[in-house]
């Protein structure tokens, strides 16, 4: 499968609220993808997509990401059972990033367990970021 | 500041849930930073933070980012008006990728005026992709 996207156009081009899909991927070939429960819009994870990647999640209707580490495409659930089915595909402004609204199965969508790779929270304000190295902290 | 920050040590050491945090920066010394709207998690925009900007972000509780089109910190709203204060910071089970539960001032997010950068849908299913360069969509 050859993805077809649109050219890249001038800013005012790629801004408009009807402009074509002209999605920009960076220097390694790839463009950042958050995707969000539908229902509830927790943020589950953020991972990487390629154009061959993104091609195939508009087609099959379900998340496909690249995988940095693996160098391979990545049918996300493919052997987990995470499969997550796209409700609705969106990207922002300058078409640089990918939102994904998905209906998760299989629980969640962390390799870990828990339901959002999100599950950890940094401590925020009072000059925390210089004591971090030597603090925990609770999720 | 010198932005300190814990090594990074083996997967799970990063994953536990007690883990100090030890963000992992990309080859361009970036990670890439969402924002949702604290309040109704409405997803605002995805940009990218460098050391300096992510351990400014902590120390100000106001999001800091690195403008990767005109190589410069970026505080957010500065000159706009819409500062992003944040109420969380949290990462993700490797810690390469940052989400910001924010309170944002001045009506929105995106510099387009929408509230949201994510303002525009693109067709998922049967094959879209392929013709999406030639089709325009609505938001």
New interface residues.
């Given amino acids: ?7 890249r156009g001038s800013k005012a081009e790629l ?1 408009a ?5 002209a999605p920009k991927f960076d220097a390694d070939g790839l463009i ?1 993808a ?1 995707a ?1 429960d539908a229902e509830d ?3 589950l ?2 991972a990487y997509m390629n154009a061959e990647s ?2 195939q ?3 099959k ?1 379900e998340a496909v990401y690249w995988s940095r580490s693996r160098q391979e495409l990545w049918h996300k659930g493919a052997t987990s059972g995470q499969v997550q089915t ?1 409700v ?6 300058d078409q640089d ?1 990918i ?1 994904l609204r998905v209906k998760q199965a299989g629980g969640g969508a ?3 367990g ?1 339901r959002s ?14 004591n ?8």
């Fill in positions: 499968m050859t993805a077809t996207f649109a050219p801004e609220p009807d402009a074509p899909f950042p958050i969000v819009g927790t943020i994870m953020q993104l091609a999640t508009l087609e209707g796209v609705e595909l969106l990207t922002d402004c990033s939102l962390c390799h870990t828990q790779c999100f599950y950890r929270k940094v401590p925020v304000g009072q000059g925390n970021a210089v971090l190295a030597s603090s925990s902290y609770q999720s």
